[in-house]
C-alpha cells in the first residue's frame, strides 16, 4: 500500500465510523421517542436526515477516489467496497430512523395508546448489534460479526411477540386500530434496521475472509 493510498483509506474508515456513530444515536433518539413518546425528541431525529445524506454522498464519492485513483487490489479493495455497503446500509437505517420518528408524532395524538413492553428490549438488542457491527469492521472481527448475525433471530422473536400483541388489542377494542398501526409500522422499521445491521456484519465477513455469505447467514450460523 502507497502511503496516500494508507492516508486515504484511513481517512475513509474515520468518516465511516464517524457516520455510524450519528446513524447508532438516531436509532436511539427514535426508539426512545417511540417509547415515551416524545414529541420534541422525534423532530430531532428528523432534523437529522439532511446531515446524514450529505455525508452518505461524501463517502461514496471518497471511495469512488480511491477506485479511480489507487487502483486497490486484495484486501484494500475489499474494504473499500465493504464502505460503500456500509455507507448504503447507514443511510437506510438513518432513513428508518426518521420513519420511526414520523410514526411516533402520528401517534402522539392517541395517549391512551399503550407501548408493548416488548419494545425496549427489541431496541437495546437492535442498537446493540450496530455498535457491534461497526466495532467488528474497525477490528476486522468475523467472531463478533457472525455474532450480530445471530442476534437478528432476536429481533425477529421481539417482533413476532409485539405484532400478535398489536393484534389482540386491535381485536378488543376497535378504537386503537389507528395507533396500533402506527405502532405495528414501527417496530417493522427497527425490525428493518436489525436486518440492515446484519448486511453489515455479513459484509465485514467479507472484507476479512473474502466469502460473500449474505441471504445465507440464517443457515451458515444455526450449524
Known sequence: MTKHLQRDMESLEREI??????????ISKASRAL???????????IEKEHAINE???KIEEDCLKILALHQPVAVDLRETAT????????????????NIAERTIGLSHYPNFRIPPALEP????????????????IDFD?????????RDDIVDEYNREIINEIYVLMQSD??????????????????????????????VIY?????????RHKETFST
Not at 464502505?83 to 430512523?97: G, Q
Request: charged fraction near 30%; charge should be negative; include cysteine.
Open 83 to 98: 464502505v460503500l455497503k456500509i455507507n448504503n446500509d447507514l443511510e437506510r437505517i438513518a432513513d428508518l430512523a426518521v
Open 122 to 137: 427489541m431496541t437495546k438488542v437492535t442498537v446493540s448489534m450496530l455498535r457491534d457491527a461497526i466495532d467488528a469492521f
Open 142 to 150: 468475523t467472531d463478533k460479526a457472525r455474532d450480530v448475525c445471530k
Open 17 to 26: 465510523i464517524t457516520q455510524s456513530s450519528l446513524v447508532e444515536e438516531m
Open 55 to 57: 455525508s452518505e454522498v
Open 207 to 215: 472484507l476479512t475472509e473474502g466469502e460473500i455469505i449474505r441471504h
Open 174 to 203: 376497535s378504537e386503537i386500530i389507528k395507533p396500533a398501526l402506527h405502532f405495528f409500522s414501527s417496530a417493522r422499521h427497527i425490525e428493518r434496521i436489525a436486518d440492515h445491521t446484519t448486511n453489515i456484519a455479513e459484509d
Open 35 to 45: 417509547f415515551e413518546v416524545q414529541v420534541d425528541l422525534a423532530n430531532e431525529v
